[in-house]
């Protein structure tokens, strides 16, 4: 029997319903293999298996046929593609587990595979965030928090930004059309600010207007 371990949720990506006025704008999750090349590093540690494997026949080639020392050099590639391997199937496996979702008033993550946790950042907590992309148009969306909001980089890992470690910045990672997804956070959050300080002037008293006459 399959089991969906988020069929609790009533709406993909966030543990309760939308409160009423809030809309999702844009909901989406990491590229797996933009994932595993940006946050899981699969490039150098392929690079690093393959420098061993060549310091290896190098080193025998002077002693034995280079059939022989190719031979004993093989280990290490097989050890490379074990890994290569595990980083794959961890990037499938956070890929599948994580939901970025951005609505008119805040930012999602439902993040985490053995442990699920999912961080609500308002608008109003967002003091920046930071675009970086790739040629190909997928990129990372680093977010700034103000005050005194603190994340562990242990429970946000990979989904945060690289060596961030004293202010940990919560990151959607390796997201496809990043720079359109930029857009529609910028707009989403200007406005929600804008809408917000309206009210906020709103509710001021016109005490110009609230003096008592002098008899």
């Given amino acids: 029997m399959s089991h969906d371990d988020f069929q609790i949720e009533p709406i993909p990506g966030l543990p309760e319903h939308l409160p009423q006025g809030e809309e999702i704008l844009w909901q989406g999750r990491p590229n797996i293999w933009a994932l595993t090349k940006d946050a899981l590093n699969f490039r150098w540690v392929m690079g690093y298996f393959a420098l061993l494997a060549g310091w290896r026949f190098v080193s025998a080639i002077d002693m034995m046929p280079a059939a022989r020392a190719a031979a004993i050099s093989t280990p290490f590639l097989i050890m490379g593609a074990i890994v290569g391997a595990l980083l794959m199937i961890t990037a499938v496996i956070q890929a599948r587990c994580t939901v970025y979702t951005i609505t008119n008033k805040r930012v999602a993550m439902r993040i985490g595979a053995a442990l699920t946790v999912t961080l609500n950042i308002p608008f109003s907590q967002l003091e920046n965030a930071a675009l970086g ?36 910045q919560p990151c959607l990672r390796a997201i496809d059309d990043a720079q359109q997804v930029a857009d529609i956070l910028a707009s989403a959050a200007q406005s929600s600010i804008t809408k917000q300080t309206v009210k906020t002037q709103a509710a001021q008293p016109d005490f110009a207007h609230s003096h008592p006459q002098a008899s």
């Fill in 133 to 168: 992309l790739t040629k190909r148009g997928q990129g990372n969306i680093a977010l700034m928090t103000k005050g005194d909001t603190r994340f562990s980089f242990l429970v946000l890992w990979p989904h945060a930004r690289p060596w961030q470690f004293a202010r940990t």
